[in-house]
Structure formats: structure tokens, C-alpha cells
């Protein structure tokens, strides 16, 4: 078979940044899934609502003012985060080889772990960030909270799991999966053990799930 060459012109949005800086419905969904896990929302709802209890003591919540949030990938989602919770009173460290350290605020993988009460991903996917997540960075937390709303191979699943039982991480909420499909995911090992640990909440990659988002990809 003969191929004739076509003069077709592709339009990728991820090379758009103009169009892409106007997009805030991942950026808030960070935003509102760090507020999940630190309140607690998942486990006092759940008992409200399956169970009839109205035991507020039980869920005693995390405030954010004045915690220090690592924001790991510091690119067009990571500083809208970063935009958001300024209100909040919440200290900001980043994250981001690509990026040139531009204050103090700038730390490697290592220290923002370290130093970090909350992390939130906001890396793309590469075989530099495939399982970049891993217990080695993990165990540097105590009692910590972690958010991925970037990608699921990111995150080694069986360290994240680790880091649950052993303490390293208090809570986690993760809006994507490593081989998530639309077909479902079940047996996976994360979604598995949120059933027998509501302190992980894991909803179904819709970050940009907004009507505001999906008119403007439409419209575009």
C-alpha cells in the first residue's frame, strides 16, 4: 500500500499553557481533597450516613493554618495550588528539577519530605517519575498527608500501603491509580485496603471533572 503525506496540523493542549492557565478545576480539587483527608470528612459522613451515629469526638480533625504544604512539581497545576492556599495561612516548599530555585522555598525530592506536613503530586509521567514515590522518600515522614492528583504510577502502591500501617503517612487521598481503567478497578491492592482503611480516600481521576473545564476543552 502507497502512503501520501498529509499536511495535518495537531493541537495538543498540553502545549497550550496560555489556554492551560486559565484552567483551575484540578488545581481546586487538590485543594478540596487536602481539606478531605485533614478534616476527615470520608469517616464522620460515612458514620453519619451508614451507621446513624452522631459522634463528632470521634473524628477530631487536622486545622491547616500554619502547616507546611511540599508541593512536588511546581508547573502550571502545582502553582495554582500553591495560589490557593495562601488565604490559608499555610507555608509553601516546591518541588521541581525543570524549574530554576528561585527562593529558599525551593528544596529537593528528600528535604520536602522532610520538612512537609502535607505533599501534593503534581508531576506528568515519565520514566523519571514512574515510581518516584517510594518508600524511600515515604519513611521520611511522621504522621503525614499525602494527595496525588497527577498520575497513578507515580506512587509505588505497596509502599503506600506500608506507609499507612507503619504510621509514616496519617491520611492519604489519591484521585488516580496506577492501570486505572474505566472498566473499573476492582481488586486493586490500593482500593482493597481504603475498605479496610478509610484514612485513604480514592476518587475516580475526576480532578477536571467541572462543567466550567469541559466547556472551555469544548469551546476551545
Not at 528528600?110 to 515519565?126: A, C, G, R
Amino acid at each position: 500500500k502507497s502512503c501520501v503525506a498529509k499536511s495535518i496540523t495537531i493541537f495538543g493542549l498540553s502545549d497550550d499553557k496560555e489556554f492551560q492557565a486559565t484552567l483551575w478545576s484540578t488545581a481546586e480539587y487538590t485543594v478540596g481533597l487536602i481539606l478531605l483527608i485533614l478534616k476527615r470528612y470520608r469517616e464522620s459522613s460515612n458514620s453519619v450516613t451508614e451507621s446513624g451515629k452522631w459522634r463528632n469526638i470521634e473524628f477530631i480533625g487536622t486545622d491547616i493554618k500554619s502547616k507546611t504544604l511540599g508541593i512536588v512539581g511546581y508547573g502550571n497545576i502545582g502553582k495554582k495550588v500553591d495560589a490557593l492556599f495562601r488565604p490559608f495561612g499555610v507555608h509553601t516548599l516546591k518541588c521541581d528539577p525543570y524549574i530554576k530555585q528561585l527562593d529558599e522555598s525551593f528544596v529537593d525530592l528528600e528535604e520536602i519530605f522532610s520538612l512537609s506536613d502535607i505533599i501534593s503530586i503534581h508531576v506528568p509521567l515519565t520514566e523519571e517519575t514512574k515510581g518516584m514515590i517510594s518508600k524511600k522518600y515515604l519513611s521520611k515522614m511522621n504522621g503525614g498527608y499525602i494527595v496525588n492528583a497527577s498520575r497513578g504510577p507515580v506512587i509505588v502502591d505497596e509502599d503506600l500501603i506500608e506507609a499507612m500501617k507503619t504510621g509514616w503517612l496519617r491520611s492519604a487521598a489519591l484521585d488516580v491509580l496506577n492501570n486505572e481503567s474505566p472498566h473499573g478497578v476492582q481488586g486493586h491492592p490500593l482500593v482493597e485496603y481504603s475498605k479496610i482503611n478509610p484514612r485513604l480516600t480514592i476518587t475516580p481521576h475526576t480532578g477536571g471533572s467541572s462543567y466550567e473545564y469541559l466547556d472551555s476543552i469544548f469551546l476551545h
